[in-house]
Each structure stands twice: as C-alpha cells, then as structure tokens.
C-alpha cells in the first residue's frame, strides 16, 4: 500500500513542478517583473520582487497543503487578500498590454482623453464584482 502512497506523491510533486515552472515561464515572457520595477522606478529592488513572489508560492503552498494555523488571522488575511489583488491585476494588465488589448478598445472606441479613468473604472468594477461573490456566494463559516 505504501508503493502507491510513494507514488502520488511523485506525481504530485512532479506536477506541481511542471505547473509552477509554467506559470514562473509565463511570468518571465510577458516581463512583468521588469515592467514592474520599470514602471515604479524601483529596479534596483527585482531581486526583491522576485523573492517575494517565490517566497509567496511557496508559503501559499505550505499553508494550503498542510492546512497550517497561521497567526493574526484576520490582520494576515487582509494583508494576504490585498497582495494577492495587486499581484493578480498587475499580472492582468501586463498581460493585456503585451497583446495590445487596451490599446485597440481605446482606438475602436475613439477614446482620446480620460484613459487613466478609463482603467480606474475597470479595476473598480473588478473589485466590485469580486467583493458582490464574495459576500454572497461563498459558504458563510460560524465563527
């Protein structure tokens, strides 16, 4: 019995393998890291952007997996739901730009002026939508 037990467990680590060097490849080809930094002229810092998304991974893994207890709850699930947000709408819009998205609604909707607002808009109406299914389609927990 212990043979198959060894053996999900290889195929498990080896997928999660395959998967996470897809995503790091994905990440790495439409350049977010750097367009990050370039954009906040914070470039001396990619190793630490490139630290913290690692050790990100690697930390959501280790709690989901084991079902680790982890301290200061609420504080750190705030702290956890807001980083995540940036890192999924930083990798959204990186990945819009790289195939020109924005740029071709902007041209066929003849908009010149207010592009800024324009994404603001849409960014809210993300976080608007997120927090309507969160708020009433998640399973209520008693606590």
């Known amino acids: 019995m212990w043979i198959k037990e060894i053996f999900l467990g290889f195929i498990g680590l080896t997928s999660g393998l395959a998967v996470s060097a897809a995503v790091f490849a994905f990440m790495i080809t439409i350049g977010i890291v750097p367009r990050l930094a370039g954009k906040t002229h914070t470039s001396k810092y990619v190793l630490v952007y490139e630290h913290a998304i690692l050790l990100g991974g690697v930390f959501g ?13 609420g504080i750190l699930l705030c702290a956890f739901g807001l980083a995540s947000g940036i890192y999924t709408g930083a990798l959204a819009v990186a990945l819009a730009e790289i195939l020109n998205a924005f740029p071709i609604l902007f041209r066929r909707a003849k908009l010149k002026l207010g592009l800024e607002w324009t994404l603001v808009a849409m960014a809210l109406g993300k976080l608007a939508g997120a927090l309507y299914f969160y708020a009433n389609h998640m399973p209520k927990t008693g606590g």
């Open 61 to 73: 893994v280790l709690v989901s997996v084991f079902s680790l207890k982890v301290p200061l709850g």
